[in-house]
Protein backbone atom coordinates (compact mmCIF):
# COMPACT_ATOMS: atom_id res chain seq x y z
CA UNK A 1 0.00 0.00 0.00
CA UNK A 2 1.40 3.51 -1.07
CA UNK A 3 0.67 6.63 0.77
CA UNK A 4 -0.21 9.58 -1.30
CA UNK A 5 2.02 12.73 -0.77
CA UNK A 6 1.32 15.77 -2.67
CA UNK A 7 2.55 19.19 -2.17
CA UNK A 8 -0.31 21.39 -1.69
CA UNK A 9 0.88 24.13 -4.07
CA UNK A 10 2.24 22.47 -7.00
CA UNK A 11 -1.05 20.65 -7.72
CA UNK A 12 -3.64 22.14 -10.34
CA UNK A 13 -7.26 24.18 -9.21
CA UNK A 14 -8.85 20.23 -10.67
CA UNK A 15 -5.91 18.24 -8.49
CA UNK A 16 -6.73 20.03 -5.64
CA UNK A 17 -10.13 19.28 -5.52
CA UNK A 18 -9.88 16.20 -6.65
CA UNK A 19 -7.35 15.03 -3.72
CA UNK A 20 -10.19 16.67 -1.47
CA UNK A 21 -13.17 15.02 -2.63
CA UNK A 22 -15.40 13.07 0.08
CA UNK A 23 -17.77 10.25 0.22
CA UNK A 24 -20.29 12.41 1.19
CA UNK A 25 -20.56 13.78 -2.46
CA UNK A 26 -21.26 10.34 -3.98
CA UNK A 27 -24.27 9.91 -2.62
CA UNK A 28 -25.96 10.93 -5.29
CA UNK A 29 -24.85 7.79 -7.10
CA UNK A 30 -27.36 5.85 -5.09
CA UNK A 31 -30.15 8.57 -4.01
CA UNK A 32 -32.28 6.36 -6.98
CA UNK A 33 -31.77 3.31 -5.08
CA UNK A 34 -32.67 4.52 -1.46
CA UNK A 35 -35.81 6.60 -3.35
CA UNK A 36 -37.33 3.71 -4.39
CA UNK A 37 -36.69 1.47 -0.27
CA UNK A 38 -38.09 4.83 0.93
CA UNK A 39 -41.15 4.64 -1.53
CA UNK A 40 -41.58 0.73 -0.83
CA UNK A 41 -41.60 1.28 2.96
CA UNK A 42 -43.87 3.87 2.70
CA UNK A 43 -46.44 1.40 0.82
CA UNK A 44 -45.69 -1.92 2.77
CA UNK A 45 -44.32 -1.06 5.76
CA UNK A 46 -43.68 -3.87 8.36
CA UNK A 47 -43.68 -6.42 5.33
CA UNK A 48 -40.91 -4.08 3.68
CA UNK A 49 -38.71 -4.00 6.46
CA UNK A 50 -38.82 -7.79 7.43
CA UNK A 51 -38.31 -7.94 3.57
CA UNK A 52 -34.89 -5.69 2.95
CA UNK A 53 -33.61 -6.90 6.72
CA UNK A 54 -33.55 -10.13 5.11
CA UNK A 55 -32.07 -8.67 1.81
CA UNK A 56 -29.39 -6.69 3.40
CA UNK A 57 -28.97 -7.73 6.72
CA UNK A 58 -29.59 -11.13 5.98
CA UNK A 59 -31.69 -11.51 9.13
CA UNK A 60 -35.22 -13.72 8.87
CA UNK A 61 -37.18 -11.26 10.69
CA UNK A 62 -40.04 -13.99 11.27
CA UNK A 63 -40.54 -15.05 14.49
CA UNK A 64 -38.62 -11.72 15.69
CA UNK A 65 -40.44 -8.97 16.40
CA UNK A 66 -39.41 -5.26 14.93
CA UNK A 67 -39.40 -3.73 18.52
CA UNK A 68 -37.06 -5.31 20.72
CA UNK A 69 -38.41 -7.29 23.77
CA UNK A 70 -37.75 -6.70 27.43
CA UNK A 71 -36.88 -10.03 27.66
CA UNK A 72 -33.77 -8.88 25.37
CA UNK A 73 -33.01 -5.93 27.54
CA UNK A 74 -32.51 -8.29 30.69
CA UNK A 75 -30.29 -10.67 28.79
CA UNK A 76 -28.40 -8.00 27.21
CA UNK A 77 -27.41 -6.95 30.85
CA UNK A 78 -26.32 -10.93 32.33
CA UNK A 79 -24.37 -11.28 28.79
CA UNK A 80 -22.08 -8.03 29.29
CA UNK A 81 -18.56 -8.26 31.38
CA UNK A 82 -18.48 -6.31 34.21
CA UNK A 83 -15.44 -4.26 32.33
CA UNK A 84 -17.60 -3.01 29.23
CA UNK A 85 -20.26 -1.77 31.51
CA UNK A 86 -17.70 -0.20 33.90
CA UNK A 87 -16.15 1.16 30.62
CA UNK A 88 -20.08 2.65 29.26
CA UNK A 89 -20.67 3.85 32.77
CA UNK A 90 -17.51 6.25 32.76
CA UNK A 91 -18.01 7.35 29.70
CA UNK A 92 -21.79 8.32 29.61
CA UNK A 93 -21.10 9.56 33.10
CA UNK A 94 -18.69 11.98 31.12
CA UNK A 95 -21.11 12.76 28.51
CA UNK A 96 -23.70 13.30 31.15
CA UNK A 97 -22.10 15.86 32.87
CA UNK A 98 -20.62 17.80 29.85
CA UNK A 99 -24.31 17.94 28.02
CA UNK A 100 -25.69 18.55 31.70
CA UNK A 101 -24.57 22.45 30.80
CA UNK A 102 -26.21 22.91 27.74
CA UNK A 103 -29.73 22.49 29.34
CA UNK A 104 -31.42 25.70 28.84
CA UNK A 105 -34.20 27.49 31.42
CA UNK A 106 -37.33 26.22 30.98
CA UNK A 107 -38.73 30.02 30.08
CA UNK A 108 -36.44 33.71 30.16
CA UNK A 109 -38.22 36.56 30.26
CA UNK A 110 -37.37 40.37 30.30
CA UNK A 111 -38.57 43.99 29.67
CA UNK A 112 -37.58 44.96 26.34
CA UNK A 113 -38.92 48.50 26.92
CA UNK A 114 -41.22 49.95 29.49
CA UNK A 115 -44.60 47.62 29.45
CA UNK A 116 -43.29 46.09 26.20
CA UNK A 117 -42.13 42.23 27.87
CA UNK A 118 -40.51 39.42 25.68
CA UNK A 119 -38.83 35.94 26.29
CA UNK A 120 -38.34 32.45 25.55
CA UNK A 121 -39.83 29.16 26.47
CA UNK A 122 -37.85 26.28 25.95
CA UNK A 123 -39.64 22.84 25.20
CA UNK A 124 -38.50 19.22 24.20
CA UNK A 125 -39.43 17.90 20.61
CA UNK A 126 -42.36 15.43 20.88
CA UNK A 127 -40.55 12.09 19.99
CA UNK A 128 -37.13 11.60 17.99
CA UNK A 129 -35.71 8.94 16.61
CA UNK A 130 -32.11 7.96 16.73
CA UNK A 131 -29.80 6.05 14.32
CA UNK A 132 -27.40 3.80 15.39
CA UNK A 133 -25.15 2.53 12.62
CA UNK A 134 -24.39 -1.27 13.06
CA UNK A 135 -22.82 -2.64 9.45
CA UNK A 136 -18.97 -2.32 9.99
CA UNK A 137 -18.84 -2.90 14.15
CA UNK A 138 -21.32 -2.19 17.34
CA UNK A 139 -21.34 1.19 18.29
CA UNK A 140 -22.75 1.65 21.86
CA UNK A 141 -20.97 5.14 22.01
CA UNK A 142 -23.28 6.41 18.76
CA UNK A 143 -26.19 5.58 21.18
CA UNK A 144 -25.53 6.69 24.40
CA UNK A 145 -24.04 9.82 22.57
CA UNK A 146 -27.43 10.89 20.92
CA UNK A 147 -29.99 9.50 23.91
CA UNK A 148 -28.17 11.65 26.69
CA UNK A 149 -28.65 14.69 25.14
CA UNK A 150 -32.26 13.60 24.21
CA UNK A 151 -32.93 12.82 27.26
CA UNK A 152 -31.57 15.66 29.30
CA UNK A 153 -34.04 17.96 27.03
CA UNK A 154 -36.59 15.32 28.25
CA UNK A 155 -37.90 14.03 24.84
CA UNK A 156 -40.95 12.35 25.77
CA UNK A 157 -40.21 9.72 23.26
CA UNK A 158 -36.98 8.48 22.43
CA UNK A 159 -36.62 5.51 20.27
CA UNK A 160 -33.36 3.80 18.85
CA UNK A 161 -32.97 1.78 15.41
CA UNK A 162 -30.34 -0.10 14.90
CA UNK A 163 -29.55 -3.08 12.38
CA UNK A 164 -29.57 -6.73 14.02
CA UNK A 165 -26.40 -8.76 14.70
CA UNK A 166 -26.80 -12.17 12.20
CA UNK A 167 -28.85 -13.82 14.86
CA UNK A 168 -31.25 -11.67 14.65
CA UNK A 169 -30.31 -10.00 18.07
CA UNK A 170 -29.09 -6.47 19.17
CA UNK A 171 -26.04 -5.65 20.38
CA UNK A 172 -26.03 -6.36 24.09
CA UNK A 173 -23.97 -3.20 24.75
CA UNK A 174 -26.46 -0.77 23.01
CA UNK A 175 -29.12 -2.55 24.98
CA UNK A 176 -27.52 -2.11 28.20
CA UNK A 177 -26.50 1.96 27.35
CA UNK A 178 -30.55 1.94 25.62
CA UNK A 179 -31.61 1.40 29.39
CA UNK A 180 -29.37 3.22 30.98
CA UNK A 181 -30.48 6.33 29.10
CA UNK A 182 -33.75 6.23 29.26
CA UNK A 183 -34.53 4.91 25.35
CA UNK A 184 -38.20 4.28 25.35
CA UNK A 185 -38.02 1.86 22.41
CA UNK A 186 -35.34 0.08 20.29
CA UNK A 187 -36.41 -1.33 16.98
CA UNK A 188 -34.28 -3.97 14.88
CA UNK A 189 -33.90 -1.91 11.90
CA UNK A 190 -31.07 -0.56 9.80
CA UNK A 191 -30.38 1.16 6.65
CA UNK A 192 -32.50 3.52 4.62
CA UNK A 193 -35.71 1.43 5.76
CA UNK A 194 -35.22 1.97 9.25
CA UNK A 195 -35.19 6.08 8.16
CA UNK A 196 -38.61 5.62 6.15
CA UNK A 197 -40.02 3.75 8.82
CA UNK A 198 -39.28 5.98 11.59
CA UNK A 199 -40.33 9.29 9.15
CA UNK A 200 -43.36 7.83 7.61
CA UNK A 201 -44.20 4.91 10.24
CA UNK A 202 -45.17 1.64 9.85
CA UNK A 203 -47.63 -0.94 11.98
CA UNK A 204 -45.12 -1.91 14.26
CA UNK A 205 -42.81 1.84 14.11
CA UNK A 206 -44.47 5.22 15.01
CA UNK A 207 -43.42 7.67 12.94
CA UNK A 208 -41.20 10.38 15.11
CA UNK A 209 -40.88 14.34 14.75
CA UNK A 210 -37.24 14.19 14.57
CA UNK A 211 -34.05 11.70 13.43
CA UNK A 212 -30.81 12.40 14.00
CA UNK A 213 -28.05 10.11 13.74
CA UNK A 214 -24.71 9.29 11.56
CA UNK A 215 -24.68 6.27 9.32
CA UNK A 216 -23.25 5.38 5.81
CA UNK A 217 -24.17 7.15 2.26
CA UNK A 218 -27.37 4.96 1.87
CA UNK A 219 -28.67 6.12 5.21
CA UNK A 220 -27.72 9.82 4.76
CA UNK A 221 -29.54 9.77 0.99
CA UNK A 222 -32.48 8.38 2.91
CA UNK A 223 -32.40 11.36 5.42
CA UNK A 224 -32.23 13.72 2.53
CA UNK A 225 -35.37 12.36 1.27
CA UNK A 226 -37.44 12.35 4.01
CA UNK A 227 -36.40 15.45 5.21
CA UNK A 228 -39.84 17.23 4.23
CA UNK A 229 -41.67 14.64 6.43
CA UNK A 230 -39.68 14.61 9.43
CA UNK A 231 -36.83 16.98 11.11
CA UNK A 232 -33.29 15.46 10.07
CA UNK A 233 -31.20 17.27 12.11
CA UNK A 234 -27.27 17.39 11.96
CA UNK A 235 -25.55 15.98 9.13
CA UNK A 236 -23.88 13.14 9.46
CA UNK A 237 -22.77 10.92 6.78
CA UNK A 238 -19.15 8.64 6.30
CA UNK A 239 -16.02 9.66 9.23
CA UNK A 240 -13.41 12.06 8.02
CA UNK A 241 -10.35 12.98 9.46
CA UNK A 242 -7.79 15.91 9.55
CA UNK A 243 -4.41 15.74 11.59
CA UNK A 244 -2.74 18.84 10.99
CA UNK A 245 0.84 18.30 12.28
CA UNK A 246 4.30 20.36 12.09
CA UNK A 247 8.02 19.21 12.51
CA UNK A 248 7.90 18.74 15.77
CA UNK A 249 5.13 15.87 15.99
CA UNK A 250 6.31 12.30 16.23
CA UNK A 251 5.73 10.38 13.19
CA UNK A 252 4.73 7.72 15.30
CA UNK A 253 1.99 8.98 16.99
CA UNK A 254 0.68 10.66 14.12
CA UNK A 255 0.43 7.66 12.00
CA UNK A 256 -1.31 5.72 14.82
CA UNK A 257 -4.07 8.26 15.04
CA UNK A 258 -4.54 8.76 11.40
CA UNK A 259 -5.87 5.04 11.36
CA UNK A 260 -8.28 5.80 13.96
CA UNK A 261 -11.54 7.32 11.47
CA UNK A 262 -10.21 5.63 8.15
CA UNK A 263 -10.93 1.78 9.99
CA UNK A 264 -14.57 3.46 10.01
CA UNK A 265 -14.99 1.90 6.65
CA UNK A 266 -13.51 2.22 2.89
CA UNK A 267 -16.01 5.37 2.18
CA UNK A 268 -13.98 7.15 5.25
CA UNK A 269 -11.51 9.73 4.80
CA UNK A 270 -8.10 10.27 6.77
CA UNK A 271 -5.71 13.01 5.89
CA UNK A 272 -2.43 14.28 7.21
CA UNK A 273 -2.12 18.38 6.32
CA UNK A 274 1.82 19.36 7.71
CA UNK A 275 4.15 21.58 6.78
CA UNK A 276 6.72 19.52 7.40
CA UNK A 277 8.10 16.85 4.09
CA UNK A 278 9.98 14.86 6.68
CA UNK A 279 7.37 14.14 8.53
CA UNK A 280 5.40 13.38 5.85
CA UNK A 281 7.17 11.49 4.36
CA UNK A 282 8.23 9.39 8.19
CA UNK A 283 4.32 8.92 8.15
CA UNK A 284 4.05 7.60 4.53
CA UNK A 285 6.13 4.57 5.52
CA UNK A 286 4.82 3.84 9.26
CA UNK A 287 1.26 3.80 8.08
CA UNK A 288 1.49 0.71 5.59
CA UNK A 289 3.18 -0.99 8.44
CA UNK A 290 0.70 -0.41 10.60
CA UNK A 291 -1.89 -1.22 7.98
CA UNK A 292 -0.39 -4.81 7.63
CA UNK A 293 -0.63 -5.73 11.36
CA UNK A 294 -4.63 -4.76 11.10
CA UNK A 295 -7.16 -7.94 10.80
CA UNK A 296 -9.80 -7.73 8.40
CA UNK A 297 -11.84 -6.39 7.65
CA UNK A 298 -10.50 -3.27 9.24
CA UNK A 299 -7.30 -3.51 7.26
CA UNK A 300 -9.21 -3.33 4.01
CA UNK A 301 -10.74 -0.28 4.77
CA UNK A 302 -7.78 1.55 5.94
CA UNK A 303 -6.11 0.50 2.05
CA UNK A 304 -9.60 1.74 0.45
CA UNK A 305 -9.45 4.75 2.30
CA UNK A 306 -5.61 5.40 1.30
CA UNK A 307 -6.72 4.27 -1.67
CA UNK A 308 -9.70 7.09 -2.22
CA UNK A 309 -10.62 9.70 0.36
CA UNK A 310 -7.26 9.33 2.41
CA UNK A 311 -3.50 10.84 2.40
CA UNK A 312 -0.94 13.36 2.86
CA UNK A 313 -0.60 17.07 1.78
CA UNK A 314 2.38 18.88 2.51
CA UNK A 315 1.93 22.50 2.60
CA UNK A 316 4.17 25.60 2.46
CA UNK A 317 3.61 26.53 6.30
CA UNK A 318 1.22 26.54 9.09
CA UNK A 319 -0.99 29.24 8.05
CA UNK A 320 -1.77 27.66 4.54
CA UNK A 321 -2.27 24.32 6.21
CA UNK A 322 -4.92 26.03 8.94
CA UNK A 323 -6.17 27.68 5.79
CA UNK A 324 -6.68 24.09 3.99
CA UNK A 325 -8.22 22.63 7.39
CA UNK A 326 -10.62 25.74 7.59
CA UNK A 327 -11.82 25.23 3.56
CA UNK A 328 -11.95 21.15 3.96
CA UNK A 329 -14.19 21.71 7.50
CA UNK A 330 -13.94 18.17 8.71
CA UNK A 331 -15.93 16.11 11.11
CA UNK A 332 -12.74 15.66 13.25
CA UNK A 333 -9.34 17.59 13.69
CA UNK A 334 -6.68 16.82 15.64
CA UNK A 335 -4.05 19.75 16.02
CA UNK A 336 -0.39 18.02 16.85
CA UNK A 337 1.76 20.96 16.61
CA UNK A 338 4.65 22.93 18.80
CA UNK A 339 1.78 25.32 20.18
CA UNK A 340 -1.45 23.45 19.36
CA UNK A 341 -3.30 26.77 21.06
CA UNK A 342 -1.31 29.00 18.76
CA UNK A 343 -2.62 26.99 15.70
CA UNK A 344 -6.06 26.63 17.58
CA UNK A 345 -6.47 30.49 16.90
CA UNK A 346 -6.35 29.48 13.16
CA UNK A 347 -9.04 27.10 12.84
CA UNK A 348 -12.56 28.80 12.20
CA UNK A 349 -14.08 24.86 10.49
CA UNK A 350 -14.26 21.53 12.68
CA UNK A 351 -16.47 19.73 14.16
CA UNK A 352 -14.00 18.88 16.72
CA UNK A 353 -10.91 19.88 17.70
CA UNK A 354 -8.33 18.01 19.59
CA UNK A 355 -5.39 19.28 20.74
CA UNK A 356 -1.83 17.84 21.49
CA UNK A 357 -0.17 14.40 21.11
CA UNK A 358 -2.09 12.96 24.16
CA UNK A 359 -5.65 13.28 22.52
CA UNK A 360 -5.77 10.59 19.96
CA UNK A 361 -9.51 10.86 17.79
CA UNK A 362 -10.86 7.61 19.81
CA UNK A 363 -10.51 9.64 23.32
CA UNK A 364 -13.56 12.33 21.83
CA UNK A 365 -15.00 9.47 20.05
CA UNK A 366 -15.63 7.33 23.28
CA UNK A 367 -15.15 9.32 27.10
CA UNK A 368 -14.10 12.59 27.04
CA UNK A 369 -17.75 14.20 27.31
CA UNK A 370 -18.36 16.37 24.14
CA UNK A 371 -20.60 14.82 21.75
CA UNK A 372 -18.90 12.94 19.18
CA UNK A 373 -21.67 12.86 16.65
CA UNK A 374 -20.58 15.70 14.21
CA UNK A 375 -21.48 17.46 10.98
CA UNK A 376 -19.86 15.56 7.97
CA UNK A 377 -19.48 16.51 4.64
CA UNK A 378 -18.10 20.35 4.45
CA UNK A 379 -20.89 20.99 6.97
CA UNK A 380 -19.08 21.71 9.62
CA UNK A 381 -18.58 25.46 8.25
CA UNK A 382 -22.13 26.19 9.54
CA UNK A 383 -23.35 23.08 11.93
CA UNK A 384 -22.40 22.08 15.61
CA UNK A 385 -22.38 19.11 16.84
CA UNK A 386 -25.25 16.98 18.33
CA UNK A 387 -26.17 18.48 21.58
CA UNK A 388 -28.74 19.30 24.28
CA UNK A 389 -30.16 21.92 21.54
CA UNK A 390 -31.18 19.78 18.94
CA UNK A 391 -33.81 18.08 21.07
CA UNK A 392 -35.33 21.83 22.29
CA UNK A 393 -37.15 23.83 20.30
CA UNK A 394 -38.02 27.71 21.43
CA UNK A 395 -40.72 29.80 21.19
CA UNK A 396 -41.07 33.16 21.22
CA UNK A 397 -43.34 34.20 24.45
CA UNK A 398 -44.84 38.49 24.13
CA UNK A 399 -46.45 40.41 26.74
CA UNK A 400 -48.09 44.02 26.68
CA UNK A 401 -48.94 46.13 29.27
CA UNK A 402 -51.80 49.13 28.42
CA UNK A 403 -48.64 51.27 28.35
CA UNK A 404 -46.52 48.87 26.57
CA UNK A 405 -49.73 48.65 23.83
CA UNK A 406 -49.61 52.27 23.58
CA UNK A 407 -45.91 52.65 22.86
CA UNK A 408 -45.80 49.87 19.91
CA UNK A 409 -49.02 51.17 18.46
CA UNK A 410 -48.20 54.07 16.38
CA UNK A 411 -44.52 51.95 15.15
CA UNK A 412 -46.76 49.39 14.18
CA UNK A 413 -49.46 51.20 12.20
CA UNK A 414 -46.83 53.05 10.63
CA UNK A 415 -45.21 50.13 9.35
CA UNK A 416 -48.66 48.42 8.34
CA UNK A 417 -49.65 51.23 6.62
CA UNK A 418 -46.56 51.52 4.91
CA UNK A 419 -46.33 47.64 3.65
CA UNK A 420 -50.01 47.58 2.88
CA UNK A 421 -51.23 45.18 5.14
CA UNK A 422 -54.28 46.50 6.10
CA UNK A 423 -55.77 44.49 9.06
CA UNK A 424 -52.57 44.70 10.77
CA UNK A 425 -53.04 48.52 11.01
CA UNK A 426 -56.82 47.66 11.99
CA UNK A 427 -55.93 46.11 14.86
CA UNK A 428 -54.88 48.66 16.99
CA UNK A 429 -56.85 51.77 15.03
CA UNK A 430 -60.33 50.08 14.99
CA UNK A 431 -59.25 48.34 18.76
CA UNK A 432 -61.71 49.82 21.75
Known sequence: MNIPVKQWECLSKDEQERFLRRSETDISLVSDAVEKIVSTVRKKKDAALKEYTKTFDHVDMEGLGINVSEKEFVEAETMLSPRVKEALDYSMENVRAFHLRQKPEGMTFSEVRRGIFAGERATPVDSAGLYVPRGRGSFPSMLYMLAIPAGIAEVPRIVVATPPNPDGTVDPACL?????????????????????????????????????????????????????????????????????????????????????????????????????????????????????????????????????????????????????????????????????????????????????????????????????????????????????????????????????????????????????????????????
Open 176 to 432: YAARKCGVHEVYRIGGAQAVAALAYGTESVPRVEKIIGPGSMYVAAAQRIVSPATDTGLPAGPSESIILADEHAAPRLVALDLLIEAEHGSDSSALLITPSKQLAEDVSRIVPVMTEELPEPRKTFVVDVFNGYGGIIVTRDNETAAELVNDFAPEHLQIQTSDPFRTLSLIRNAGEILLGSNTPFSAANYSTGPNAVLPTGGKAKTCSPVSVRDFIKYSSVVYLTPEGYNSVKGPVTTLADYEGFITHGNAFTHRV
